[in-house]
Nanobody, 121 residues
Framework: QVQLVESGGGSVQTGGSLTLSCVAS????????MGWYRQGPRPARELVAT???????TYADSVKGRFIIWTDNAKNTVYLQMNQLEPDDTDVYYC???????????????WGQGTQVAVSS
């Protein structure tokens, strides 16, 4: 009962910046933590940044000091400001949210379709 739609991806040169957005819509009881992941070289997606409902943030070591995550709770939107981009940042970035569909249901993870980020050297 929730859809996550990402936007803001594109192509930039090394050192450039992009801001990704993800809007959650639909019928649901509550949204908890939200975050951004990228595919990386392994089958499992790798964490880029997360933010809890209380505002606590977590960043991958590779992006600390360069990326910033924040939310606009009134708009059910999470953002990722990506600065000092490097070629290794090239990937598909996925929005993630922990969503409680109804009062009777527990939280489940939902994913967006992804947005492409390409950084040239």
């Amino acid at each position: 009962q929730v859809q996550l739609v990402e936007s803001g991806g594109g192509s930039v040169q090394t050192g450039g910046s992009l801001t990704l957005s993800c809007v959650a819509s639909g019928n649901f009881f509550h949204i908890g933590a939200m975050g951004w992941y990228r595919q990386g070289p392994r089958p499992a997606r790798e964490l880029v940044a997360t933010i809890t409902a209380g505002g606590t943030t977590t960043y991958a070591d590779s992006v600390k000091g360069r990326f910033i995550i924040w939310t606009d709770n009134a708009k059910n939107t999470v953002y990722l400001q990506m600065n000092q981009l490097e070629p290794d940042d090239t990937d598909v970035y996925y929005c993630n949210a922990g969503v409680r569909p109804t009062e009777k249901m527990s939280y489940s993870l939902f994913w967006g379709q992804g947005t492409q980020v390409a950084v040239s050297s």
